[in-house]
């Protein structure tokens, strides 16, 4: 008897007709673990780690959360090539409250996220009506210049950057702060594409002019979209702050820029889980590869390579498809 | 025509660089009216709807709309005013269903309230609206991205957008072109349906012989000047566009 395979795309609404799903303890927990998976690995990951890895861990939430800012700007047609600005203004906002003011970190840790937000956004409103490749260059000015401008005028401590910035509390408090932040925008902003408020946003990606031909200001949503983005970025950069304790020119850096990029596009861009799960990939793949040595850089970028070719619609995209896929063998009658 | 006219175009003039694409353009347009405006291509009939509706200042001159002059207001605010318009080359949302492409209309100030803001209601007013201008709802042709619908289902999404809005003003740019004779057949109804509702509307328009069984009132253009106005037929007895349309031998 010959087979052949089958494959049902969307099993699940075949089977279950949006009812029946209800009913069924296997089904509920089918539809449930995607969202169950990461919850509980985001509560119990820290207490199975080492300290070394934990910090690794603090790294990667960091680099997830700037990669989902990143996502939404680019959702909104935004293409940022200097997510170091919203990481590096937020970084200084905390530092400068807390090194001058003397601001507790818990205090200045949410001032710093939403002044972030607003000097960011302030900051790119003039620039907003560029588009595509023109606003991906001056983003990627911006942080390079504010550098400099800290290295002439010696505003904020110049090159030595501000030292002794207070701690957080405690490190548990460190990890689940992050890892809840994390979650609150993941889980926060998952729906906000298909609502009708990301439809605008996704159609200012599309095509701007028959956005504002609908009567929408479009700089508007822009701008609110820029908000959102920059808050979340400031909010990692303000944490990183009271993790080293120091806060300096490094945090305008180049990595912050690119590497959130690189987590959303290998993760699956357009979704906020794929960049979250790209960070998760390539934050600790680069810790492994550390051992190397010299040559590190080279495999890393080789990974990331492959990860591009073989996957272009990005790894979380693939995951989804393959997880509402059902497949099975069925005789064929010769 | 009313003492106040609706739309009132006066002394418009755009330059862009050396070239003169609109001269000294004055138009009145009174309520429920419908007007065509025709002319040999680069004549400067999109231009002149890119001024009206603000995507593009005018060098000189003024718009009036009831009375208010809105030259240089950005094109959100004029919509919102109820001037409405489709644009030439379709500019849909690719990456969405030809029903969500509804969506942002239907979200944009001027008709927020009007309609419910829950998750989902306007999606039922998408598809009632997608209904009307030919959408077939059993075929469900609504719900396909919009970068698979032929050209034809293109126009009347553009279209359909534009109502969305409920604007008092259509400027219809070049809707009928790319479209067969059926297709425009099928679209001759919806603007019809317009009409008896008292909206006002401009229409841009190649295909003369359909313009002509609707419009009121045509304005000629050629090198961004008006050369004729009137009714169709008289219009077309003009030298002047005889001349613009068939060359100077003619």
Same mark, same amino acid.
Not at chain 1, 83 to 88: K, R, S
Not at chain 1, 98 to 109: M, S
């Given at each position: 008897m010959e087979k052949r395979k089958e494959r049902i795309d969307r099993g699940i609404k075949v089977r279950s007709g949006d009812i029946f799903a209800l009913c069924s303890w296997r089904e509920m927990l089918f539809l449930a673990a995607p969202r169950l998976i990461p919850i509980l690995g985001f509560l119990i990951l820290p207490l199975l780690l080492g300290a070394y890895w934990q910090k690794v861990l603090l790294s990667v939430a960091v680099f997830a959360l700037l990669a989902?800012?990143?996502?939404?700007? %680019? /959702?909104?047609?935004?293409?940022?090539? !200097? /997510? %170091?600005?919203?990481?590096?203004?937020? @970084?200084?906002?905390? !530092? *400068?409250?807390?090194?001058?003011? !003397?601001?507790?970190?818990? *205090? @200045?840790?949410?001032? %710093?996220? *939403?002044?972030?937000?607003v000097i960011c956004t302030a900051l790119l409103l003039p620039v907003l009506r560029l588009r595509g490749i023109y606003f991906a260059m001056v983003r990627l000015i911006i942080p390079l210049m504010l550098v400099r401008i800290i290295e002439a005028t010696k505003i904020f401590g110049g090159t030595e950057g501000l030292s002794g910035i207070v701690p957080l509390p405690s490190k548990w408090l460190e990890l689940y702060l992050v890892m809840g932040a994390l979650m609150a925008a993941l889980f926060g902003f998952r729906r906000m594409p298909d609502s009708d408020y990301g439809l605008v946003l996704k159609g200012i990606n599309d095509n701007d002019r028959s956005v504002m031909n609908a009567g929408i200001n479009i700089y508007w949503f822009k701008a609110q979209a820029l908000f959102i983005s920059s808050s979340i970025g400031a909010f990692s950069g303000a944490f990183m702050t009271h993790v080293y304790m120091f806060v300096g020119m490094p945090v305008f850096a180049l990595d912050y820029s690119i590497l959130p990029i690189a987590a959303a596009v290998v993760g699956g861009p357009g979704n906020l889980a794929g960049a979250t799960l790209g960070a998760f990939i390539l934050v600790p793949l680069s810790e492994i590869l550390r051992g190397i040595g010299g040559l590190r850089i080279v495999l890393y970028g080789l990974f990331l390579v492959i990860f591009i070719v073989a996957l272009p619609e990005g790894i979380f995209h693939y995951i989804q498809r393959k997880y509402h896929q059902f497949e099975r063998w069925v005789e064929v009658e010769g | 025509m009313s003492s106040c006219p609706l739309l009132k175009v006066s002394g418009l003039y755009k330059n862009f660089g050396g070239v003169q694409a609109i001269n000294d353009l004055n138009v009145e347009l009174a309520e429920g009216e419908l007007l065509g405006l025709i002319g040999p291509n680069g004549s400067g009939k999109t231009t002149a709807v890119n001024l009206i509706t603000g995507f593009v200042k005018p060098s000189e001159g003024e718009v009036f709309y009831r009375s208010q002059n809105i030259i240089g207001w950005p094109p959100y605010k004029i919509v919102r005013l109820g001037i409405a318009r489709t644009f030439q080359m379709v500019k849909p949302f690719y990456r969405l269903p030809a029903y969500k492409n509804m969506i942002i209309p239907l979200y944009s100030p001027r008709i927020k309230q009007t309609i419910g803001g829950k998750y989902g209601d306007r999606d039922a007013v998408a598809l009632d609206l997608l209904e009307e201008v030919g959408f077939e709802r059993d075929a469900f042709v609504a719900y396909k991205s919009a970068s698979v619908l032929p050209q034809g289902y293109l126009?009347?999404?553009?279209?359909a957008k534009v109502i969305a809005l409920q604007p008092d003003l259509l400027i219809l740019d070049e809707l009928f072109s790319g479209l067969s004779l059926a297709e425009v057949a099928s679209i001759v109804p919806i603007i019809e349906k317009l009409r008896q509702e008292g909206k006002t509307i401009i229409m841009i328009e190649h295909r003369l012989k359909e313009l002509f069984r609707i419009a009121d009132r045509v304005v000629v253009l050629n090198f961004g000047e008006k050369i004729a106005e009137g009714k169709s037929d008289e219009v077309m007895q003009s030298e002047a566009v005889k001349k613009a349309y068939l060359g100077a031998e003619a």
């Open positions: 989902i800012s990143w996502d939404i700007l %680019a /959702q909104s047609g935004m293409i940022s090539l !200097g /997510q %170091a600005l919203f990481f590096g203004m937020g @970084a200084y906002a905390s !530092g *400068v409250f807390n090194h001058y003011w !003397g601001w507790h970190p818990l *205090v @200045a840790l949410p001032f %710093a996220t *939403v002044m972030g937000g | 126009k009347r999404l553009e279209l």
